[in-house]
């Protein structure tokens, strides 16, 4: 097994070479987001099957959104057409692979844009949390708690 990279793409890139070329589908998920599900899984591995090139899980906005540039709004966007994306992000592995032999971005489906592809937004999951900060740590750790006392 490679190491990480300096980079996202770059610890993506050493983890898909060490995917089987015969591979049909990569899966491409954040260890930062520990509470993944199968269901998300399986809505980004189905949507492949639609034709699209990838899929990722999104979560619509509660908030509104601002463009600021030097602390002033420029632009007021509108939350209807946006949405958080999350990981697991599933690809048709041929168009993954060369997507990745020269973009860069900050998650793999906007490298496959870049690249042309097709990607294909489904149902995210409010537990996909990722922990980047004690706080989210904490809510995990409550979550899980939670879900085994109810078990």
Do not use: Y
Not at 31 to 42: N, Q
Not at 136 to 146: G, I
């Amino acid at each position: 097994m490679r190491p990480g990279g300096e980079t996202r793409t770059e610890s993506v890139r050493a983890g898909v070479a060490e995917v089987p070329e015969e591979a049909a589908v990569i899966v491409v998920h954040d260890a930062a987001r520990p509470l993944v599900s199968e269901e998300v899984i399986l809505r980004v591995i189905a949507a492949l099957g639609e034709g699209f090139d990838g899929a990722v899980p999104g979560l619509p906005l509660a908030d509104t959104v601002k463009r600021v540039r030097d602390g002033v709004v420029v632009e007021t966007v509108p939350r209807d057409e946006l949405v958080t994306v999350q990981t697991p992000q599933a690809f048709v592995a041929p168009v993954l692979r060369a997507a990745l032999a020269g973009g860069e971005g900050s998650d793999c489906a906007s490298i496959v844009e870049a690249n042309g592809g097709r990607i294909r937004v489904v149902d995210g999951d409010d537990k996909l949390l990722k922990v980047t900060t004690r706080a989210d740590l904490e809510r995990v750790a409550a979550w899980l708690v939670s879900d085994t006392s109810s078990s």
